[in-house]
């Protein structure tokens, strides 16, 4: 059997850390995409086309995977395998053609970082109330 056509298997992992300033009450949320060896960082950044690959304010390895945003190091809250994070995957990866605010930033109430993740998630998981802006698709 040849196996030069097998992917390696997908994992999607939610990640979050303070933010400087407000990180008493607000965080920044990310996701990642994991085939292999290979880590993606997805996100939402209040500066457009600031680094790393990006289509407005959509960032593609802006950071290093883990890296928090200023006020202390990044911790994951969740991982998805198998079909789910193939899905959720996909999603993202559409993101800098289908994420609807690619080109639009607001801190409050969104759409920002958070508004992007909760996007991207949909109904598989819902961030809690320190992921201010995650609401915001639901109410635009």
Known sequence: MNNTNLQPPV???L?????PRAGGFAEHHWLEIARGEQIDRWEVWQEA?????SWGH??????APSEGVGN????????WLN????LLAKRIESSPQEYPWRDWYRAVPGPNS????????????YLG????????????
């Open 58 to 63: 959509v960032h593609h390895n802006l950071l």
């Open 49 to 53: 086309n600031f680094g790393g690959e």
């Open 83 to 86: 079909q789910p994070a193939e």
């Open 15 to 19: 990640w979050t850390a303070r933010i």
């Open 11 to 13: 994992s999607v992992e």
């Open 114 to 125: 958070n508004t992007f993740v909760q996007w991207a998630l949909q109904d598989l998981y």
């Open 129 to 140: 109330w320190r992921g201010i802006g995650r609401g915001y698709a639901r109410y635009a």
């Open 72 to 79: 202390g190091p990044g911790r994951r809250l969740e991982s």
